[in-house]
């Protein structure tokens, strides 16, 4: 399983929201997208679940947000979270 | 880039209802530049129908369609509240609004048919009463509350003790009611309704957007937590105690103008410690409201204290360049985001980047624009010829922002007849 992974935690917005749609265009079934954001990204979500991927969303200590959203929907995400 | 159905209108604001409501705000400006040239230097006087004229056109025509453009685009995004069919919803508000609004400044300038008051208030306070309490009860019901929504939830409270007392005064002016406490309603009503609603309104969405925004460290959770009840608290206790102490506003307008000025101190020193380097117009249009509301609230203090109109008129000024600058702000931020998400919401991958929508000059052209325009109207405190140079800036500003939004709409349609459409091919 493939993460493509990235730290929008320092851009300014909708530069994460940029970013995290141009990789779900290309999520193929083996990755996935592992994103750390500031806030929780609920535009993303809401587009995200709407076209049908399976979406995973956690805050951790520090407040920090980790949202995990892939194409297959067998992936288990929980287990390749981390927090 | 998606599905061809794109996001179900329920999961998104549309477009268009936000767009319609920026564009009400912005002819509403045309009209306000329109009474400036019509009226002149009589909307410095605070009791002429010029100046209650110009007033509503403000508060009502132009800043209520723009909070409830940011309230439509803002709740689904900021507090996760869906407002089923939002379409329907925004033009039950929007026609009844936008003619309640025009009967009412029509009222102001004919004051012998009273009739005007009572259309204007059956248009105005069901719809506006509706929208608020739909908007209340969806926020009442959240689980997880931010300070944002929370402030929201506390703001549009605000709000509708702000058509209530305004209800009385149209009753009283109609007739209907003999209006002894007119007096003491006037003063709760704009003072619920320029601190309690929009200043609160504009705080609750800052909690959440400098920092996403602009890459800030968050308010400190003291101000998110008690700022937005506090000030509220002490509108609200105010407005009840000044029906037997009505001096009590004087001691109230000072301490809310304390709590205004440390808000606009603590954000402007947010501002100055985003990571990015770069400042954009919309940093600019809010270190300039901010810095507005600064003067705004340290003129009404010294009018308070010492009675000289000059201050009293100073802050008539800066008050609402405050709010505007704060809108033009947002405005600049949310016009090209929705067309860019949009677009791609529904498939577009060939959708116009921000940039392309509005560009950052084109937001740079208007801050300078807006700029010289509070400047003339400070300037025709003392010679009042310049008025019609404000009035003139005043529509350009407002034809600016106009010519975003048919801008911004046409490239969106434009894309949607032309541009090529991307398979996810999802089950």
């Keep these: ?50 076209q049908g991927f399976q979406v995973l969303s956690r805050e951790d ?10 194409k297959d929907p067998d992936i288990d995400l929980e287990a390749l979270l981390r927090v | 880039m998606f599905s061809q159905n794109g996001l179900s209108l329920d999961q998104a604001p549309p477009i268009s209802v936000v767009f319609r409501f ?43 369609s723009f909070m409830f453009a940011a309230l439509f685009q803002m709740l689904p995004v900021i507090a996760g509240v869906k407002l089923t069919a939002p379409v329907s919803t925004a033009n039950f508000l929007l026609y009844p609004f936008a003619a309640g609004v025009l009967l009412l400044l029509a009222a102001f300038n004919m004051p012998q048919q009273s009739w005007l008051f009572g259309a204007a208030s059956l248009l105005l306070v069901p719809s506006l009463l ?45 007739g209907y009611l003999e209006g002894s406490y007119y ?28 920092e ?15 700022l937005p009840l506090t000030l509220f608290g002490l509108l609200f206790v105010t407005t009840v105690a000044a029906f037997w102490l009505p001096q009590l506003w004087v001691l109230s307008h000072i301490l809310t103008a304390l709590l205004l ?47 000289t109109a000059l201050f009293g008129n100073l802050a008539e000024i800066l008050y609402p360049a405050f709010a505007l600058s704060i809108v033009f702000a947002m405005f600049y931020k949310i016009i090209p985001f929705l067309t860019w998400f949009h677009l791609n919401a529904q498939g577009y991958f060939a959708a116009p980047m921000m940039h392309e929508v509005i560009h950052p000059k084109t937001a740079m052209k208007h801050l300078y624009i807006h700029l010289t325009t509070v400047v003339t109207f400070l300037l025709a405190l003392f010679f009042a010829p ?17 010519w975003q939004i048919v801008h911004a709409w046409r490239l969106y349609r434009h894309t949607q007849k032309t541009g090529e459409k991307f398979e996810m091919n999802i089950a």
């Design chain 2, 261 to 307: 000025v440390g808000y606009a101190v603590l954000t402007l020193r947010r501002l100055s410690q985003r990571k990015r380097p770069i400042a954009d117009a919309t940093v600019w249009f809010w270190r300039l409201g901010l810095s507005m509301l600064l003067l705004a609230m340290t003129t009404l203090v010294v009018y308070k204290l010492t009675g």
């Design chain 2, 130 to 174: 509706w929208i608020t309490l739909l908007m209340l009860s969806k926020l009442v019901r959240l689980r997880d509350h931010s300070s944002s929504s929370k402030g929201m939830l506390i703001a549009l409270l605000a709000l509708g003790i702000v058509l209530i007392l305004a209800f009385y005064m149209t009753l009283s002016l109609t």
């Design chain 1, 1 to 50: 399983m493939r993460e493509i992974g990235i730290d929008t935690r320092a851009l300014e917005h909708p530069e994460p929201l940029v970013q995290a749609t141009k990789i779900l265009q290309g999520l193929t079934e083996d990755s996935y997208l592992y994103m750390l954001h500031r806030k929780k990204p609920i535009p993303l979500l809401d587009l995200a679940g709407e």
């Design chain 2, 212 to 226: 996403m925004f602009y890459v800030t460290p968050p308010y400190p959770k003291l101000v998110r937590r008690y």
């Design chain 2, 183 to 210: 007096p003491e309603v006037r003063t709760a009503h704009y003072s619920m309704g320029l601190f309690g609603w929009i200043a609160l309104l504009i705080i609750s969405i800052s909690f959440q957007v400098i």
């Design chain 2, 386 to 402: 310049l008025l019609f140079i404000s009035a003139l800036l005043t529509i350009l500003s407002f034809g600016w922002m106009l």
């Design chain 2, 22 to 64: 920026f564009a009400l705000g912005a002819l509403f400006g045309l009209l306000g530049g329109g009474l400036v040239f019509y009226y002149q230097s009589a909307i410095f006087d605070a009791a002429s129908p010029a100046a209650l004229t110009l007033t509503h056109t403000f508060t009502l025509g132009i800043m209520l």
């Design chain 1, 61 to 70: 200590a520090q407040g920090d947000w980790h949202i995990l959203i892939a």
